[in-house]
């Protein structure tokens, strides 16, 4: 079974720039988060979609950070402008449905912001 | 959700059973133990979870108090493989929609 895919690997930017994550979740999962992760830090969740829908939002940084998730299959998570801040991991992870705490997890992306 | 609380670090060596304690004092009659561990430059990865009773699986055993306010799990045979992070949460799931709480964890390290 394929697993969570996310690109890039790694992106470093200057701060004000723009940037893109990717992600595909594994086929047929209907919930999709992404989590940002801070050196030292656990994961924290950002924002949490049920098949094309949000369902949770609260602790995403609406002024700089949206997402979707078209057609309930991939998500785009972006940044614009960027911060210092915003340097991190990014991760999404990908469950089969409602309820479900046996997430699935990609690899991350490492994003680093000078 | 009720908060968990972890050793910072603990050490173990390869080929002994690493037990890895979690306090949820406060965990209510329908939040569930869940364990991820987090491997360097990886995702984190589900390894179990239960409720009351103990559960084993191919890669962990869960042991989960009477009053269950604490669980320990269980890695056998701790290989140096198993180094990583490993996260407890204590988490409702069930109906409402899944948003898992990651605190700090417990950094293992397994040496030779």
């Known amino acids: 079974e394929a697993g969570v895919a996310q690109s890039p690997r790694y992106k470093i930017i200057e701060k004000r720039q723009s940037v893109a994550f990717w992600c595909n979740p594994i086929?047929?999962?209907?919930?999709l988060y992404w989590y940002q992760q801070i050196l030292g830090q656990g994961p924290k969740l950002l924002i949490q979609?049920?098949?094309?829908?949000?369902?949770?939002d609260s602790q995403l940084p609406k002024d700089r950070f949206s997402a979707e998730r078209l057609k309930g299959v991939d998500s785009t998570l972006k940044i614009q402008p960027a911060k210092l801040e915003d340097s991190a991991v990014y991760l999404c992870?990908?469950?089969?449905?409602?309820?479900?705490?046996?997430?699935?997890f990609g690899s991350g992306t490492q994003l680093s912001v000078l | 959700d009720a908060k968990t609380t972890q050793p910072p670090s603990m050490d173990c060596a390869e080929g002994r059973a690493a037990n890895l304690p979690c306090n949820h004092s406060?965990?209510?009659?329908?939040?569930?133990v869940y364990w991820y561990r987090q491997i360097h430059s990886q995702g984190p990865q589900y390894i179990i979870h239960?409720?009351?009773n103990n559960e084993t699986n191919e890669m962990a055993s869960l042991i989960i108090t009477e009053d269950r306010k604490s669980s320990t799990l269980i890695l056998p045979h701790a290989t140096l493989r198993d180094t990583a992070v490993y996260y407890c949460?204590?988490?409702?799931?069930?109906?409402?929609?899944?948003?898992?709480?990651f605190g700090q964890g417990t950094i293992l390290t397994v040496h030779p």
């Open positions: 992870a990908s469950s089969s449905g409602q309820g479900s705490r046996k997430l699935f």
């Open positions: 086929s047929g999962h209907a919930t």
């Open positions: 979609f049920q098949n094309n829908g949000v369902v949770d």
């Open positions: 406060t965990i209510s009659g329908n939040e569930y």
């Open positions: 239960g409720l009351k």
């Open positions: 949460i204590a988490d409702a799931g069930g109906t409402s929609y899944g948003k898992l709480t």
